[in-house]
């Protein structure tokens, strides 16, 4: 199966889901971003990859806005070179947490420090995704009332349970899809998911700090932080 079929079934069964509050908005970039998140598939994540980094879902101007994996504005337009023009608009759209695609004035300082680091250690987008792909374990982004943003890990049993099943089975057929050696979670949450998914896979998990600016690890140096973890888990850098 290919990459856009998993994720279109992803998508489809995630849409059938419902969530009681607080959580009172639901976006699904998988289906309003469709267009550049297939983009996304077809030019960076046709395997083999050497490893895949794994995050958790997406963040309100990452990637909420283009569709893609900690999805900054500028490393999604500039340095992969991806179409944000076929973004639409959630419905129903939080008034607080707008969807401007590339227009978008925000910076998701995640996805800075990761694509940042990206670009500044391989160069090209071309040179890191001929070994690494990135993907995020839930594909929706949840949003209280006041536009705080709210985890999947949060979320009751009987919401959480159909979710991570839904998520868990597309994560595999991904990996399966993508063949890594190596599963990188981004944070504890992430790992955790994947070693579960990938448990009969021949795969390795491992884990690298999250960059979220919530982590007061993060705040004190991510780069050399997940680059000493990565070294450990035996990526060579260049």
């Given amino acids: 199966m290919s990459l ?29 971003a469709r267009a550049p998140h297939f983009e996304y598939l077809e030019r960076y994540l046709a395997g083999p ?12 101007w990452g990637m909420a806005q283009t569709g893609i994996p900690f999805g900054e504005i500028a490393a999604a337009r500039d340095w992969m070179g991806l179409d944000l023009s076929g973004v639409r608009r959630p419905d129903p759209e939080h008034p607080k947490r707008p969807v401007d695609g590339g227009a978008c004035k925000r910076s998701e300082v995640s996805g800075r420090r ?22 995020n374990y839930c594909p929706l982004s949840f949003m209280e009332a006041s536009g705080r943003n709210f985890i999947p890990e949060k979320l009751p049993k009987a919401e959480r349970t159909p979710l991570f099943e839904i998520c868990d089975a597309s994560l595999r057929a991904l990996v399966e899809e993508i063949g890594p050696d190596l599963v990188i979670g981004v944070g504890a949450f992430a790992r955790k998911r994947a070693a579960a998914v990938c448990k009969g896979l021949d795969v390795r998990i491992g884990q690298v700090l999250h960059p979220s600016p919530a982590s007061p690890a993060a705040n004190r140096g991510w780069v050399p932080q997940a680059e000493a973890q990565l070294i450990e888990l035996g990526v060579e850098l260049p």
């Fill in 4 to 32: 856009q079929s998993i994720t279109q079934q992803l998508s489809d069964a995630v849409d059938a889901l419902s969530f009681a509050e607080p959580v009172t908005h639901v976006y699904n970039p998988l289906a309003y």
């Fill in 49 to 60: 990859k050497e490893a895949v980094f794994v995050g958790m879902n997406p963040g309100p």
């Fill in 114 to 135: 990761l694509w940042g680091w990206a670009a500044e250690r391989f160069g090209t987008a071309d040179a890191f995704f001929a070994r690494f792909g990135v993907l």
